[in-house]
């Protein structure tokens, strides 16, 4: 053993083969997932074949190119509650159906990241809003416990939020009112903005913020189990 294997995460061999087994059990039932592409923050329902140990993930007709060599997806584990996570080696290949997809290696463990990184879609909540004193109300597309991504709808809206340039805001979820203290730009992508944010902690934003995002995974989970 190096020296650098003292620093490696010790995943035993059990989560190995739960992940194997249960993700062969997904391939069989066909069961869909939920899955989120991580550069992009793009979210999207997939089902998954297992071949080996090389996992193919069904690609939506409007995500034919924008899944690339080297890119990261993950959804959480229905069975653990826990995240998964790994990259695709193969970016794209024709189905005999008409349908694309895409291939990565099968993960011997589950995600080291935290849920804080994995965003819950919105787009589909019309009373999810970014608000900003003097710049309007925003539709909310996604969300997770330190970032969320808005609609702009203009281009001219996009001047409106520099990046890297922070400012207040106003998360509104109907009962859920959530003050931002820092509100900071940090990507732009198709008249949207992608933001990291910082509550107010001497509020009770953070609480609220954690039973928002409980309910928006539950009816997300609810909505998936139903087709």
Same mark, same amino acid.
């Given at each position: 053993m190096g020296i650098l294997d003292l620093f490696k995460p010790?995943?035993?061999a059990a989560e190995?083969?739960?992940?194997?087994?249960?993700?062969?059990?997904?391939?069989r039932e066909k069961k869909p997932l939920h899955m989120e592409l991580e550069e992009?923050?793009?979210?999207?329902?997939t089902v998954l074949s297992l071949k080996?140990?090389?996992?193919?993930?069904?690609?939506?007709?409007?995500?034919?190119?924008?899944?690339?060599?080297?890119?990261?997806?993950?959804?959480?584990?229905?069975?653990?509650?826990?995240e998964i996570r790994f990259e695709v080696s193969t970016p794209n290949i024709n189905l005999n159906s008409g349908g694309s997809a895409c291939l990565c290696a099968l993960p011997d463990h589950y995600s080291d990241s935290s849920r804080q990184s994995l965003r819950i879609e919105?787009?589909?909540?019309?009373?999810?809003?970014?608000?900003?004193?003097?710049?309007?109300?925003?539709?909310?597309?996604?969300?997770?416990?330190?970032g969320f991504r808005f609609l702009v709808g203009a281009k001219a809206g996009l001047e409106m939020f520099p990046l890297g340039r922070p400012f207040p805001g106003i998360l509104d979820a109907g009962r859920y009112h959530l003050p931002l203290e820092r509100v900071i730009p940090r990507v732009y992508a198709k008249m949207t903005v992608g933001c990291e944010f @910082? &509550?107010? +902690?001497?509020?009770? #934003?953070?609480?609220?913020?954690?039973?928002?995002?409980?309910?928006? @995974? &539950?009816? +997300?989970?609810?909505? #998936?189990?139903?087709?």
């Open positions: 010790d995943h035993s190995a083969t739960e992940i194997a087994v249960e993700i062969e059990r997904l391939s992009l923050h793009t979210h999207f329902q080996g140990d090389v996992i193919m993930v069904a690609k939506p007709p409007g995500m034919a190119d924008q899944i690339l060599r080297g890119a990261h997806l993950r959804f959480i584990a229905p069975w653990s509650g826990k919105t787009a589909r909540f019309n009373n999810v809003l970014f608000k900003v004193q003097g710049r309007g109300q925003f539709r909310v597309l996604d969300l997770s416990e330190s @910082e &509550l107010e +902690e001497a509020s009770l #934003a953070r609480k609220h913020l954690h039973q928002l995002i409980d309910y928006l @995974e &539950l009816n +997300e989970e609810t909505r #998936a189990a139903n087709g």
